[in-house]
């Protein structure tokens, strides 16, 4: 949520400087847009950590749950430990 408020915020700042209703100079501009820039790649890297680690969580369930119900049909299934991370 800080991030929408922060790029909304920012983008505002902007777009009143380049149509000449604030005094922002050159500098303040392309610092302002490097900021976006970067938050908006920040958002996209944490985005794909989570969802890989997601991934990798629902995977683990998947399998454990696997085991349980073949454990509960009356076989026994060990899965080695490097399926299950």
Do not use: C, W
């Amino acid at each position: 949520m800080v991030f929408y408020v922060y790029v909304g915020t920012t983008l505002s700042g902007v777009t009143e400087a380049l149509s000449g209703h604030e005094s922002f100079n050159t500098t303040s501009i392309i610092a302002m847009s490097i900021g976006i820039a970067v938050a908006i790649v920040g958002a996209v890297y944490v985005s794909y950590k989570v969802k890989r680690q997601l991934d990798q969580e629902a995977k683990k369930q998947n399998l454990a749950e696997a085991q349980i119900e073949l454990e509960n049909d009356g076989l026994k299934v060990n899965f080695p430990d490097s399926e299950l991370k």
